[in-house]
């Protein structure tokens, strides 16, 4: 038996939102460490991981391990129908093919509740070792959202840099080329304003804008993005849910237009 | 030089569907196909019939003309499906391609587990 309290609903809320446009249908694993999904998107050049850890919740019960085939536009669906404020349950029985969702009110003064069938969801999960990143780059989310934006209208694909000086945004399209450089800047009033560069080595990496935008739906999780760059390695974009956990997406780069048609060096 | 296996093979986790449950569920799962359709399912079976030669290197319509040219008479259906632009989801390049279209894809990087 599954059962899962959050009083801060609205974390579900957004969670939901923030992978829904990326990926349609994905097992939610359900273990005593806490409540996570790992889902490719169709195209399979990115990947969402999400981790909400039990102790974040006012109440979790998970007996034994499960994995609930859901769609997660539905979810959202159902999701959209909670109050910001409203505190959330989820339910499942063992062997039941159906979960159930509960939004109370903070007053307890009106209960919601919406059931909704599980789906059987084949999907292979992938092994993301813990690795150290040639640059990592904390900036403040709507910032590194607004850079995304931006850069889109005016070309589809953004290179990322991180050099001493701090990390270059660049794109170019029919109408230009537009570059943004954020240097490192920590002298803030609030440390979530604070933009910082964390080079070993210098990187340079060319993503496609579409699916950065897909990621910055996660923006109202956290204040702040971190972004952690390696020549051989996905990027990866990671927002951090307080006290609770994270989103983290990872996107594979593009190919280089004069790179030979092998595979990524080490 | 040969491909870099990065990262090594995770163990798979526990899945309660294959656990040890009294009773089974009378009312079945909606069964889903999460990552591709019908039609990408066709197209993979052609992928890995070895009469119509290897799959790697090639796009799919390539493979298919060149074995009609050699008189293996491949489906039909197959350069139907290549040729329709109706579905964005139908993948030009076979199933080993480690890139879709110019972007690597993230299994290259991350080993199933």
């Known amino acids: 038996m599954l059962e899962l309290r959050l009083v801060q609903g609205s974390l579900l809320k957004k969670v939901l939102e923030s992978i829904r446009e990326l990926v349609n249908d994905a097992n939610f694993d359900c273990s005593s460490t806490g409540f996570s999904l790992q889902a490719m998107d169709s195209s399979h050049v990115a990947l969402v991981a999400l981790l909400l850890r039990s102790e974040g919740f006012e109440h979790y019960r998970c007996d034994r391990n499960m994995s609930m085939g859901i769609n997660l536009n539905n979810m959202s669906k159902m999701l959209r129908c909670a109050g910001n404020d409203d505190i959330v349950t989820i339910k499942a029985d063992d062997g039941s093919d159906t979960v159930t969702f509960m939004f109370e009110s903070p007053t307890q003064d009106k209960i919601s509740d919406f059931e909704m069938k599980l789906m059987d969801i084949d ?20 910032e590194f ?35 943004i450089v954020c240097r490192q800047n920590t002298s803030v009033d609030k440390p979530e304003e604070a933009t910082v560069v964390e080079m ?24 702040t993005v971190t972004i952690s760059l390696s020549n051989e390695l996905p990027v990866v974009v990671e927002y951090k ?17 004069d790179e030979e048609e092998t595979k990524p060096q080490a | 030089m040969p491909m870099k296996k990065y990262y090594r093979q995770r163990k798979k986790a526990a899945n309660n569907r294959s656990s040890k449950s009294k009773k089974k569920s009378k009312i079945s799962r909606v069964p889903c196909q999460a990552e591709y359709d ?9 992928d890995m019939d070895m009469a119509y030669g290897p799959c790697v290197g090639v796009t799919r319509l390539e493979r298919w003309e060149r074995a009609q040219k050699m008189g293996l008479n491949p489906p039909q259906e197959i350069e139907r499906i290549l ?13 080993w391609n480690k890139k879709i279209g110019d972007n690597y894809k993230i299994i290259e990087y991350y080993m199933a587990a």
């Open chain 1, 123 to 142: 999907s292979e999960h992938l092994g993301i070792p813990e690795a150290e990143y040639h640059a990592i780059v904390r900036m403040p989310s709507a």
């Open chain 1, 145 to 179: 959202a607004r850079i995304c934006k931006d850069l889109s209208s005016i070309g589809d694909t953004v290179v990322i840099s991180v050099t001493k000086e701090g990390v270059k945004f660049s794109t170019k399209g029919d109408i230009g080329t537009a570059n």
């Open chain 1, 200 to 223: 070993n080595e210098p990187v340079s990496l060319t993503f496609a804008l579409r699916y950065m935008n897909s990621f910055t739906k996660a923006t109202p999780l956290s204040n």
């Open chain 1, 241 to 257: 849910i307080a006290e609770m956990g994270y989103v983290r997406f990872y996107l594979a780069p593009k190919i280089e237009e």
């Open chain 2, 38 to 46: 019908p039609e990408e399912e066709i197209l993979r079976k052609f």
């Open chain 2, 83 to 95: 040729k329709s632009d109706k579905d964005i989801k139908v993948q030009q390049q076979c199933l």
